[in-house]
């Protein structure tokens, strides 16, 4: 499986000269296997992935949400493929109060966007997340709720040899004042149970997170810790904060002896390739 990240940053898009080495798109990533496709979240970072030319290959785009936060979902009107006819594009999403496709007008519409899903050319399909895996190629799908504010899943990828864990936006540690306390009530453990690549929020300093408990987010103790009990084979560090610099979040990761981990820790960078 290739996994590209396209979009790294939580919150909102942060572009300056300092956010230049690990990027300032909100979330995006993909993975691809043969003629396969799966792009997780919706940030600005797909607006890159649509212009980049690497979808023409593909029958069928294939677009997961985790949630339906602004910074997860803002790129939605500048994927261009939406916009051509007879492209096929099928996405899900996780269930709500009413269907998925009505919730997103909330955002597509206006006065909040110019453009309606309804405007969109290619051949598109929105459903909610099945919770039983999803089959798409020669990738499975399992999509599992987690704690996070509103309705949020995670996603675990497997090609049936290798499992890719995607967890952009969770705060594990909020279910227990001594996190990691046990498996069985770790939020997402069996997501990330022995995955080879776990893409883990790490948000937060332990500074930042004493005044933001209960927003949904993770520190980098968080993260590392929720590697650990999970069995992770490597860690990618994700949703970096808008405040945090390039030269921050070095900071964290020396300060936080990433490097001396008994598994590999890479910072989220935009424009990152990983085989798995």
């Given at each position: 499986?290739?996994?590209?990240?396209?979009?790294?940053?939580?919150?909102?898009?942060?572009?300056?000269?300092?956010?230049?080495?690990?990027?300032?798109?909100?979330?995006?990533?993909?993975?691809?296997?043969?003629?396969?496709?799966?792009?997780l979240d919706a940030g600005s970072g797909i607006r890159h992935l649509g212009e980049s030319g690497i979808l023409d290959k593909y029958e069928t785009i294939n677009i997961l949400l985790t949630h339906l936060h602004m910074d997860h979902i803002q790129g939605l009107g500048f994927f261009t493929p939406f916009?051509?006819?007879?492209r096929k594009v099928n996405m899900w999403g996780p269930s709500g109060s009413s269907s998925l496709v009505k919730r997103l007008n909330r955002y597509l519409s206006p006065p909040l966007f110019p453009v309606r899903i309804r405007d969109f050319q290619c051949d598109l399909?929105?459903?909610?997340?099945p919770m039983k895996p999803l089959q798409l190629?020669?990738?499975?799908?399992?999509?599992?709720?987690?704690?996070?504010?509103?309705?949020?899943?995670?996603?675990r990828i497997s090609n049936g040899?290798?499992?890719?864990?995607?967890?952009?936006?969770?705060?594990?540690?909020?279910a227990s004042r001594e996190f990691p306390k046990s498996e069985k009530w770790t939020s997402g453990f069996d997501l990330a149970h022995n995955s080879d690549l776990l893409i883990h929020d790490a948000q937060f300093t332990d500074e930042e997170y004493a005044q933001c408990i209960?927003?949904?987010?993770?520190?980098?103790?968080?993260?590392?810790a929720m590697a650990k009990l999970s069995g992770a084979k490597k860690?990618?560090?994700?949703?970096?904060?808008?405040?945090?610099?390039?030269?921050?979040?070095?900071?964290?990761y020396?300060?936080?002896?990433?490097?001396?981990?008994?598994?590999p820790v890479v910072i989220g960078r935009e424009g990152e390739v990983i085989e798995v």
């Amino acid at each position: 499986m290739k996994v590209t990240f396209w979009g790294v940053r939580g919150s909102i898009p942060t572009v300056t000269k300092q956010t230049q080495v690990y990027g300032g798109s909100t979330p995006c990533v993909t993975i691809e296997e043969s003629d396969t496709i799966i792009i997780l979240d919706a940030g600005s970072g797909i607006r890159h992935l649509g212009e980049s030319g690497i979808l023409d290959k593909y029958e069928t785009i294939n677009i997961l949400l985790t949630h339906l936060h602004m910074d997860h979902i803002q790129g939605l009107g500048f994927f261009t493929p939406f916009f051509k006819m007879g492209r096929k594009v099928n996405m899900w999403g996780p269930s709500g109060s009413s269907s998925l496709v009505k919730r997103l007008n909330r955002y597509l519409s206006p006065p909040l966007f110019p453009v309606r899903i309804r405007d969109f050319q290619c051949d598109l399909s929105i459903d909610n997340m099945p919770m039983k895996p999803l089959q798409l190629g020669t990738l499975t799908v399992k999509g599992q709720y987690i704690c996070h504010p509103g309705p949020t899943l995670g996603f675990r990828i497997s090609n049936g040899q290798k499992a890719v864990t995607y967890i952009p936006d969770h705060e594990p540690a909020l279910a227990s004042r001594e996190f990691p306390k046990s498996e069985k009530w770790t939020s997402g453990f069996d997501l990330a149970h022995n995955s080879d690549l776990l893409i883990h929020d790490a948000q937060f300093t332990d500074e930042e997170y004493a005044q933001c408990i209960g927003w949904g987010h993770s520190t980098m103790h968080h993260a590392l810790a929720m590697a650990k009990l999970s069995g992770a084979k490597k860690l990618v560090t994700f949703h970096h904060d808008p405040s945090h610099t390039d030269a921050c979040l070095d900071r964290i990761y020396l300060d936080c002896e990433c490097g001396s981990q008994e598994f590999p820790v890479v910072i989220g960078r935009e424009g990152e390739v990983i085989e798995v």
